[in-house]
């Protein structure tokens, strides 16, 4: 690992965040001019000179530094494996039966800018942070030694890279692709598109949630919006629902999503390419007794957030509108920048609009192998909420 050249001095009463278990540093928070740093490795003290930890530096970046290290802890090979190993481990019993899990997600593995995915003997993994592609080789190494996979996927081609200064770039590091690549999740068999599909190829995040509508939709009709390879839709057909739509604009995710149900013998589930909000445009009211909103995050800066707010409740309205009486509204966000307040107000303000009132059922956030830090309110990001029509 690199050497620790470098002493970050914080400025006063900026520690406090991190004692109580906080693992990023802004660059207002630094005491002296970053300017004169170099990306690395390097110790961080408060302005008293007590020892905080060891992380990594970006100078040119608003997170300039991401905490690793507790004080006394060192950023070592070993130290990296047993992260590593003890994030596998925590999940090991989670999902029996699905060979599909997140081993490793970010602060909350202890291993900011970095995740895991495992898709049966193939690995996926995603650099999001300067700090992490320095060591991304050794990453690599631990990650062969340890699981012994048949490929290792790289997919650094998120966005957020560019405020790193990093490069968008994807890839096979190690190994063949098999093809196709599929896996078990639900209870289900689906194909996974490790290098062109979305995120790592499969939406895990919101496996539990998935789980979680089994008991609603038996013996109704479900319309599943922004469906990408139909996860929600196969669910719900498998679950006694007796007709299911999903509706994607992407023609490559729906033609995916139709071989999933094939290859399922989910005869009760079809897809249709389309915009969601053309299609709501489109419907009759009342047309349905489950409507599942899972959209792309309309939110992905702060900037963006009063757009973003206006585009939720504008599509939480039309589905209202499509809901028999009594029926099951499941909506969610993946926008970190929207709070789960701020949420929960759009879709009342949809509710008003529409004119149909909504009994609250369910709160949920992100799945298991997702898991948050109670000290970082930023590895929370998922919503989904259960409503009724009243």
């Not at 994807?170 to 289900?188: F, I, S, T």
């Not at 053309?278 to 007794?289: N, S």
């Amino acid at each position: 690992m690199d050497m620790i050249t470098e002493t970050v001095w914080l400025l006063p009463g900026c520690e406090r965040r991190l004692l109580k278990g906080h693992k990023w540093i802004f660059s207002n928070e630094i005491a002296g001019s970053l300017s004169e740093l170099q990306p690395g490795w390097v110790k961080v003290v408060s302005s008293k000179g007590a020892a905080l930890g060891i992380g990594y530096i970006n100078p040119h970046a608003l997170i300039a530094v991401r905490l690793v290290c507790r004080p006394g802890q060192e950023p070592t090979a070993d130290f990296f494996r047993k992260l590593l190993i003890d994030a596998a481990q925590r999940r090991a019993h989670l999902y029996p039966g699905s060979d599909a899990i997140r081993l490793v997600f970010g602060e909350s593995d202890g291993l900011p800018g970095l995740v895991v995915d495992r898709y049966g003997d193939v690995l996926v993994y995603q650099v999001t942070t300067l700090g992490m592609s320095l060591i991304e080789s050794q990453i690599l190494e631990l990650l062969l030694d340890l699981f012994d996979p048949r490929a290792i996927v790289f997919r650094n081609d998120v966005q957020i890279r560019s405020l790193e200064g990093l490069p968008l770039e994807k890839g096979v590091a190690y190994g063949e692709l098999p093809d196709p690549l599929l896996v078990r999740m639900h209870g289900l068999t689906f194909c996974v598109e490790a290098l062109e599909g979305q995120k790592t190829g499969v939406f895990l995040d919101q496996r539990d949630n998935r789980e979680a509508i089994r008991r609603w939709v038996i013996g109704k009709t479900v319309l599943d919006l922004f469906c990408y390879d139909g996860a929600w839709s196969m669910v719900a057909a498998s679950s006694g629902a007796t007709e299911v739509v999903g509706v994607d604009r992407s023609v490559k995710a729906i033609a995916r999503a139709g071989e999933n149900a094939r290859r399922n013998d989910l005869g009760n589930c079809r897809f249709v390419a389309s915009d969601a909000i053309d299609f709501l445009k489109a419907l009759d009211k009342t047309d349905y007794d489950v409507i599942i909103l899972d959209p792309p995050a309309f939110a992905k800066t702060k900037r963006a957030l009063p757009e973003a707010i206006k585009g939720y409740i504008d599509v939480n309205r039309r589905a209202l509108l499509a809901l028999r009486p009594g029926g099951i509204l499941v909506s969610c966000s993946c926008s970190y920048n929207l709070s789960e307040e701020d949420f929960r107000q759009a879709i009342l303000k949809a509710s008003q609009a529409s004119g149909r009132g909504l009994r609250f059922l369910e709160a949920r956030g992100q799945a298991l192998d997702h898991p948050c830090l109670l000290a970082m309110p930023e590895t929370r990001y998922l919503k989904c909420l259960i409503l009724q029509v009243t």
